[in-house]
Structure formats: structure tokens, C-alpha cells
């Protein structure tokens, strides 16, 4: 278990392409943190930096107290579960599994093993101690029956499987996972993601995870590391951000379905705000303070529910029943916005009928620049 | 688009086989026909034969022990001349072919895409064109009637190999070579643990031209190896047909030959599955 500190950490390519640019995290002992973003955000390369995969091009990063920056990857004491698992091919499972092992006997030479009975000694115990790792690991993960058959011969989930093994067996001071889960199907991702959920509580590790899918975040970690551009956006935990997003981009990105944003002109009335746009008005709360003409407001779906005289009336566009919910799309006068009703609320409604929809609260207002305002 | 009947399938590549197969059982045939019936075989006056009458199965022995100036001593030392001269440039072809593939596949460096094309272009040089300023190198390095000439070069890579190597390693995942990094590998550990072993197709072809290729060379050894004991089976072939290549020892000619032949067939019957697997995986494609 380490600490793994990221200070003004960037990354710039051949030819001047800036992927990541100061990036300070701090990710504590044991914790579960979770980079996430659209393609191309940096998240991969930032956990490759700190994997030693990439060159860091700017900044330093600390592992277990100890500046990696130029430290080789198999000296960083991590492991990595790769996206494709990169399983080797020609390989048991046994032998994928004890490989990074077998690299760092101390009493590998077969010759001097049969030139010395004490050196022999030493490897016979040296093995019989990788393969008690070997078991454990597979004991853990249910992999004692595959240990003898080939990668090729494992289904997705079960490949997957393997390279999380691989990683215990090595015991590092911090695991790396690398949208591990992107190549299973829907069901199996689920059941994956609560075993490493579990996992992690069992071994108590320090992990770091990079995923694009934000419901996998949320289930995941303990704390979330939103990126875009290659800059860090807001770090915190998963109810942080989804209740406090720092700007426009980490409210749309964190929750599902997306959170409505309906932007207008700010209007000033004494000490009262409130935001008018195409269709309608709506007074902002007290307290906050929005620069320039310009803002928007942050709805999240389950929020909104049909109100006689609601702010946003408009057009049901189409109904999707989810089972207990169902996702109504409103076509509003220059907005269009999506609300998650129970279903027994959205029986009655039919494409084209008009309602309105109304909410308790304004709860995330931005300013013109995306920023959150109070 | 069908595809033609099985049964028309099978006709045709059972007749086209017969076309190549039969030089070969006719060689047999031959090799073991008594002086005069090899010698009627050779000029046609009895017709073809496609069994031997009466099997002369002493003609191998004989024509083994009739190679070279001392009984059965020529043939033992053209032939451990061959194996030698054929493991080393086998062993030495494949480890620098693959070595220096996966380093243009894989290494990026300034210049690599120059010196890759200037590689390429050796391949369009024909053997004659080198071979007097290559004799004269190894003359010069004093290794003439040795067989470094023949087996040093295979351990500087063959163009046509590097660029099999090179297309066959450019597949392999990057994240595979990135997680024997993290296993503590190197760029050599990761060369010969994780991307030769998966290269067995490319490797059984290069490994299948090279041997056929070196043990048939005829050339080389006749260059740079100039005394009898030197000789490997190719040059021993070639004297022993001088001297029994009339028409009454045309027996043993074959047999000789067949003898000579017999590794690089054995040695295609049981490479054969990865040899076909790696031209139809693509290795040799571009």
C-alpha cells in the first residue's frame, strides 16, 4: 500500500501536442480513485505516466514517498491490468500469472542449482513460495481450475479474471486498472465491477482506475478525478460531484441521464436574479453571485416532475419505460429537456401532449464561462 | 461464388501432385535399380519404370561409402560440415532476423524508417554482385577455408526475414510488450520471451528457407572452402557426380542424392503445419 502524489504532472508529445497539463492529485493509502473523461482527456496517459509506460514530460510523481519519475515500471512496485488484458498468448494461466514473480527470483539459475544442493534449496523454497502466491491469488478469484489452461481457451470474463490475478500475485503498492472492463459485455461489467469493489475492500490496496464510463466511476471509487483537455476538472467523491459539479462540463459528464442545462441572459431586478431565456423566467436562489449577462441553470432529470404551473412547458417528444421509471423528452420553447418519472406518473402521457414541467429548486446555476456560481 | 465439387478438387491436386511427386519416386526408383536398368531408365531404351524390379538396397550404402578419397569418410564429413554450417546459420539467421525486426517494430529512433527502406533495398542486390568484394573482405579477415564466411554473415539478419519479422511483431499488441515492461522485463528479455515465442509461424518459415536454402547451397561452401574434409554434402554431391555421373553409376548418383534430399523434406513433413499457418496468417504479407 502507497501513496501516489501527482505534482503539475503534464505530458507533451513530439510536435508539441500538450495531453496532459498540471495534474496535482493526491491519492492516499488504500484509496479507490477513478480518472474518468471522454477519449482523449489524458486519463490513460496520466495513469501511464504513473505506471512509467509514458515519459513525463513535466512535473513529478511520488510513489510510497519515493520520486518515480525515472524509475523503469517493473522498479515502481504497481501493477497494471490492461485494457485488452494482454494476457500472453503462449502462456498458461499458472505461468502468466507467476511470470513478473520468476523475473525477480534471487535463485532462478537452474545450473547453479545443480552445482549447489544449497543454492537447489533456496530455489526449491523460492518456488514453492511463488506458487503459494500463484494459489492464493487464483483461490481468491476462482481461477484454480483455469491455472493449467491457455489464454485462448477463457472467455472474456474470465481472461479478465486472470490479469487481475496476475496483478495480486505481484502484491504492489498500487494497482493500476486501465478501462479493464471496456471489452465485456453489459452484464458481465456489472458483475466485474462489484468483484473489484470487493476486491479492493479486501485488499485494502491503493488503486487507480481510469474508465469513460461514469456509472462505473460513481459504483467504483471513493474518489473520482474528472478530466477534460488533458486538465483536471474537480476532484472529490462521487455524491460530490454529483451534487456540487464545479462547472458546466462535470455536471454534464457525472450522472444519468444527463442534467438538463438551460442557458439565457441574467437579469438583475435589486437584489434578485434570475435567468431569462426563450421560454420562460426562472428566479435564482439567494445568495448567488453571477458576473456578465450571461448563465444557465442545471437540472438533473429525477428532478424535474410535472407541475401545473411549472417554468418549462412544452411537447413530450418520445417516452422510453425503463421498468419502475420512464425518460419523457419535453421540447420546450427553445430548450429540450429530459425528465425521469416514475412510471406510474408517465402512464397517462403520450407523445405530443403538452405539460409542464417544474422543479423544488434551482440547485447548480453557472455563469456565462460554464463555472459554478455559489 | 461456389466453390468447385470436392470430388473435382480432389482430382485436380491429386494430378497436380502427380506432376511433382513423380521426379521424385522416380529418383527412388532408380536409386534402386541394379547399373544396367538405372542406366536403360536414364537413356529411356526400357521404357519407364515405376517400380524398382529387384530392390538393390545396398546401393545407398555403397554410394555413401564411395563419397569422397577414404570409404564412408567423405560422406560423415560433408555431412557434419552441413549440419554444422546449416545449425549456425539457422540459429544465427532466426536470432538476428526477429531481433532486428522487433526493433523496427517496435523501437522508435531517428532514422529508423531511413535505415528500414536502405535494408529493403539490399534485398535487391543479386549474391553475384557481392560475391568478390565479400571474398576478398573474408580473405582480407584471413577466414578463408574456414566456414565463418558462410555462417558469421546469418548472425547480421537477412533483409527478407527482418522484414517478415518486423510485419508479423507489428500485430502483436503493444499492451503485451508494455506488460512484460511492467514485469520487469527489458527490451532483450522482451524479445526472447514474450515476441519470439509468438512468432513461431515466421520463425518456421525462416527457419525452413534458411535450412533448405543453406544445406543446397552449393556456391558458398565452393568459394570459401577449398579442401575435401572441408566439404559440405552440396559440394561432396557435386564431386562425386564428376566422378560417378556416367551412366553405369547413375544408381548411386540418385541415391547419393536422395540422401542429401532427405533432411529438408523431413524437416518440411514436420514443420509443415506451423509453415502453413504463418503464410496463411499473414506473415508474409505485407
Not at chain 1, 418520445?318 to 412510471?343: M, Q
Not at chain 2, 527478407?160 to 515492461?181: H, N
Not at chain 2, 566439404?231 to 547419393?256: I, W
Request: aromatic share 8%.
Amino acid at each position: 500500500m502507497a501513496e501516489v502524489i501527482l505534482q503539475s504532472v503534464g505530458k507533451v508529445y513530439p510536435g508539441g501536442v500538450r495531453a496532459v497539463q498540471g495534474v496535482d492529485l493526491h491519492v492516499r493509502h488504500g484509496e479507490f480513485i477513478v480518472l474518468v473523461g471522454p477519449s482523449g482527456c489524458g486519463k490513460s496517459t496520466t495513469l501511464r505516466m504513473v505506471a512509467g509506460l509514458e515519459e513525463i514530460s513535466e512535473g513529478r510523481i511520488t510513489i510510497g514517498g519515493r520520486v518515480v519519475n525515472d524509475i523503469a515500471p517493473s522498479d515502481r512496485d504497481i501493477a497494471m491490468v490492461f485494457q485488452n488484458y494482454a494476457l500472453y498468448p503462449h502462456m498458461t494461466v499458472g505461468r502468466n500469472m507467476s511470470f513478473g514473480l520468476e523475473r525477480r527470483r534471487r535463485h532462478g539459475s537452474l545450473l547453479r542449482a545443480l552445482l549447489s544442493p544449497a543454492y537447489a534449496a533456496e530455489r526449491r523454497a523460492e518456488t514453492a513460495r511463488i506458487q503459494e502466491r500463484v494459489d492464493g491469488a487464483a483461490d481468491l478469484l476462482g481461477l484454480q481450475p483455469l491455472l493449467h489452461r491457455m489464454p485462448r481457451e477463457l472467455s472474456g470474463g474470465q481472461r479478465q479474471r486472470v490479469a487481475v490475478g496476475r496483478a495480486i500475485v505481484r502484491d504492489p503498492a498500487v494497482f493500476l486498472f486501465d478501462e479493464p472492463l471496456s471489452n465485456l459485455d453489459a452484464k458481465l461489467r456489472g458483475e466485474m465491477r462489484t468483484e473489484l469493489r470487493i476486491l479492493h475492500r479486501r485488499l485494502g490496496a491503493t488503486m487507480m482506475y481510469v474508465t469513460h464510463d461514469q456509472e462505473e466511476a460513481m459504483g467504483l471509487a471513493d474518489r473520482i478525478v474528472v478530466m477534460k483537455d488533458g486538465i483536471v476538472q474537480q476532484v472529490g467523491s462521487p455524491t460530490e460531484l454529483y451534487e456540487r459539479p464545479v462547472n458546466r462540463f462535470v455536471a454534464g459528464f457525472i450522472g444519468t441521464p444527463t442534467m438538463n442545462i438551460v442557458e439565457g441572459d441574467v437579469e438583475r431586478d435589486g437584489g434578485v436574479l434570475a435567468l431569462r431565456w426563450a421560454g420562460g423566467r426562472i428566479t435564482l436562489p439567494a445568495g448567488i453571485a453571477v458576473t456578465g449577462t450571461r448563465a444557465s441553470i442545471g437540472i438533473r432529470p429525477d428532478t424535474l416532475a410535472p407541475v401545473a404551473d411549472g417554468p418549462f412547458r412544452g411537447t413530450v417528444q418520445s417516452i422510453e419505460f425503463l421498468g419502475d421509471r420512464a425518460d419523457v423528452l419535453v421540447a420546450s420553447s427553445g430548450v429540450r429537456l429530459n425528465a425521469r418519472l416514475p412510471t406510474e406518473r408517465a402512464r397517462g402521457l403520450r407523445e405530443g401532449d403538452t405539460i409542464a414541467l417544474g422543479m423544488p429548486g434551482v440547485a447548480h446555476v453557472f455563469d456565462g464561462d460554464g463555472r459554478r456560481a455559489g | 461464388m461456389t466453390s468447385p465439387r470436392p470430388w473435382l478438387q480432389g482430382a485436380l491436386l491429386a494430378a497436380g501432385s502427380v506432376v511433382f511427386l513423380f521426379p521424385l519416386w522416380w529418383m527412388v526408383v532408380v536409386s534402386l535399380e541394379t547399373p544396367e536398368r538405372a542406366g536403360a531408365a536414364m537413356t529411356g531404351s526400357d521404357g519407364i519404370a515405376l517400380w524398382p524390379r529387384d530392390p538393390q538396397w545396398g546401393n545407398y550404402a555403397e554410394a555413401l561409402a564411395e563419397m569422397g578419397s577414404e570409404p564412408w569418410v567423405g560422406f560423415i564429413n560433408a555431412l557434419a560440415n552441413s549440419i554444422v554450417v546449416t545449425t549456425l546459420v539457422v540459429v544465427g539467421t532466426v536470432l538476428s532476423s526477429s531481433l532486428v525486426g522487433f526493433a523496427f517494430a517496435r523501437l522508435r529512433w531517428r532514422g529508423s524508417g531511413v535505415l528500414f527502406t536502405v535494408m529493403l533495398a539490399t534485398m535487391m542486390l543479386p549474391g553475384q554482385v557481392t560475391l568478390i568484394p565479400l571474398f576478398l573482405l573474408f580473405r582480407g579477415l584471413g577466414w578463408i577455408d574456414t566456414i565463418l564466411p558462410l555462417a558469421v554473415p546469418a548472425f547480421f539478419g537477412n533483409a527478407f526475414f527482418i522484414f517478415m519479422y518486423r510485419q508479423f511483431i507489428l500485430q502483436v499488441p503493444e499492451s503485451l510488450v508494455e506488460a512484460a515492461k511492467v514485469d520487469g522485463h527489458g527490451w532483450l528479455g522482451i524479445w526472447w520471451t514474450v515476441i519470439l515465442p509468438l512468432c513461431r509461424p515466421v520463425t518456421a518459415i525462416c527457419a525452413v528457407f534458411t535450412f533448405i536454402g543453406t544445406w543446397n547451397d552449393f556456391m558458398g561452401p565452393l568459394v570459401y572452402l577449398h579442401a575435401e574434409e572441408q566439404s559440405t554434402l552440396a559440394v561432396a554431391l557435386n564431386s562425386f557426380r564428376n566422378q560417378y555421373g556416367g551412366l553405369d553409376d547413375v544408381h548411386l548418383l540418385m541415391a547419393a542424392s536422395l540422401v542429401t534430399m532427405l533432411p529438408c523434406i523431413i524437416l518440411f513433413i514436420a514443420a509443415q503445419r506451423q509453415f502453413v499457418e504463418g503464410l496463411a496468417r499473414g506473415a508474409v504479407k505485407g
